[in-house]
């Protein structure tokens, strides 16, 4: 569900968020790379794992932001119920 009220937009840093997904980006190129040319599979996974933890330090930069953020200004307490509901689907998700 989509809250509609002011927190609707990105609450993370914008900038500190597109370099870290500019540079999850670049490690996967450079997997896709070492995939095609064949390379030893543990350097691969590393890759893979180097990849995953830096999207893993995006999302929690973008949940810490919305906890801090769209949480903390829900208008009412049932808005906050709301948002904190979220919180704990996504993380179910993440924890699965």
Do not use: F, P
Not at 9 to 18: E, I, N, P
Not at 53 to 59: D, E, F, H, P, Q
């Amino acid at each position: 569900m989509i809250w509609k009220g002011e927190c609707a937009a990105l609450m993370a840093d914008r900038t500190k968020v597109l370099r870290l997904l500019k540079t999850a980006r670049g490690q996967l190129d450079g997997i896709l790379k070492m995939v095609e040319e064949d390379r030893y599979c543990i350097d691969i996974s590393q890759q893979v794992m180097a990849a995953e933890a830096m999207l893993n330090r995006v999302n929690r930069e973008i949940l810490a932001a919305h906890l801090r953020g769209c949480v903390q200004q829900a208008a009412t307490a049932e808005d906050r119920e709301e948002k904190v509901e979220e919180l704990v689907s996504t993380l179910d998700k993440i924890l699965k």
